[in-house]
């Protein structure tokens, strides 16, 4: 089983709760600031880093694949713009591009089996309804054929089929968004079957390199614990009590909403990024291959049924919106527009609500971006942003 299999799809989906876990930490080591450096320190003086070396940088390549009949190499590049497949002879040559017909970037791609071909997911203006493509190494430029024409739903590779050239395995949702569907489709024909239909509660099918379904993966619950690293920071020397800040992005995002209105003196500012600030509205607002049918219960079982008068009272207690008039450092807030699984309208009404009460907030929206994974550009604009913020509110350097 690949990492692109029903896991690409519920990266994303989990991300708004699981990936807190990570964030937050992460929040904890990257935003807070070291003591304050004397002047003539090296690390006062030393050139800042610009932060269009992190995400546009023209040299960047990686994701090597070799051919399945080992005659070539393909990898990820610049070009155009944009990240996207480039090839050539394993034993040497020119190298090639395949156009995407597409400004946005790639982030990983398959070899087909018969070693001409490579297959790619894309979405549109960060909507995340990935549809999987296939492009021709021997027409790079003519645009690649989307295997997956379903409109408004989502796709994803769960196996090339190497000892049957002509089909591969996807999963996609156009049946239902409650799950998941697992589909053989033909890739000279486009022609689909589906070979096995979700009931709802399966994250992960399990095939053999045949294509045969051998078995199924069922939702469980899941529980999750964020461990407030502050006074430790400060306790070992390594944060300011004074300027330390929170950052995150989704689930790490409700997470710095929550810890700049719940705790305020805790933190000097705050970086939220796509986040939520009401557990009530992120329900009842969310796609339903979002929320999807299988894991609805755990949803209620931790975070609450907004249906029943006392869970929604209890998760509205729990939501940062509600307690805006609180916070007491700064706000920077981000959301993408298209954001199918946190709703734009929870930074709308965050910000709103700051506002309302006086408090210091700066909003970015970005026009043609969702949940995650940003275009390179949106990503060197989000954190020179970030970095001017944090430079600004915690003392430091920025650009």
Not at 68 to 93: I, K, M, N, Y
Not at 265 to 291: K, M, P, Q
């Given at each position: ?118 297959l790619f997911e894309q979405d549109r203006d ?131 909403l929550v810890g700049m209105t719940f705790t ?136």
């Open positions: 089983m690949t990492s692109k299999t029903m896991a690409s799809w519920r990266l994303s989906s989990k991300r708004t709760w699981a990936v807190g876990v990570l964030a937050l930490s992460l929040i904890l080591s990257g935003c807070a600031a070291a003591p304050r450096l004397s002047d003539s320190s090296p690390a006062s003086t030393a050139p800042l880093i610009p932060v269009a070396l992190f995400f546009a940088n023209r040299e960047s390549n990686y994701d090597y694949k070799v051919s399945p009949d080992g005659g070539r190499l393909a990898w990820l590049a610049s070009a155009g713009g944009r990240l996207t497949v480039h090839f050539r002879e394993l034993q040497g040559g020119d190298a090639r591009t395949i156009d995407t017909h597409s400004t946005r970037s790639l982030g990983t791609f398959r070899w087909a089996a018969d070693s001409r071909h490579v960060g909507d995340q309804n990935q549809h999987v493509y296939l492009a021709d190494t021997e027409r790079p430029g003519e645009r690649p054929i989307n295997l997956t024409p379903i409109g408004a739903a989502r796709a994803a590779i769960h196996r090339v089929l190497l000892v049957d050239p002509d089909y591969i395995l996807v999963v996609h949702n156009a049946r239902t968004r409650r799950g998941f569907d697992l589909v053989r489709i033909n890739v000279r024909t486009g022609d689909a079957a589906v070979v096995a239909e979700n009931p709802g509660d399966v994250v992960q099918w399990i095939t053999d390199p045949h294509g045969s379904l051998r078995g199924r993966i069922r939702a469980v619950g899941n529980s999750e614990r964020i461990v407030d690293a502050v006074d430790s920071a400060v306790r070992r020397g390594v944060a300011d009590r004074q300027r330390v800040g929170i950052m995150g992005w989704s689930y790490g995002g409700y997470a710095t305020p003196g805790v933190f000097a500012c705050g970086v939220d990024i796509v986040g939520s600030s009401n557990l009530v509205s992120l329900l009842e607002t969310r796609h339903t291959y979002w929320t999807w049918h299988a894991l609805r219960p755990y949803w209620y079982k931790y975070a609450g049924d907004p249906a029943l008068p006392e869970d929604r009272q209890r998760m509205e207690a729990k939501s940062p919106l509600f307690h805006a008039h609180r916070a007491q450092g700064p706000l920077l807030i981000v959301h993408g527009a298209n954001d199918p699984n946190v709703q734009r309208q929870e930074s709308d009404q965050m910000v709103e609500a700051l506002r309302r009460a006086g408090k210091d907030v700066e909003y970015v929206v970005f026009a043609d971006e969702g949940h995650g994974g940003f275009d390179w550009r949106n990503n060197v604009k989000l954190f020179e942003t970030v970095e001017r913020f944090l430079a600004r509110h915690l003392g430091g350097r920025g650009d």
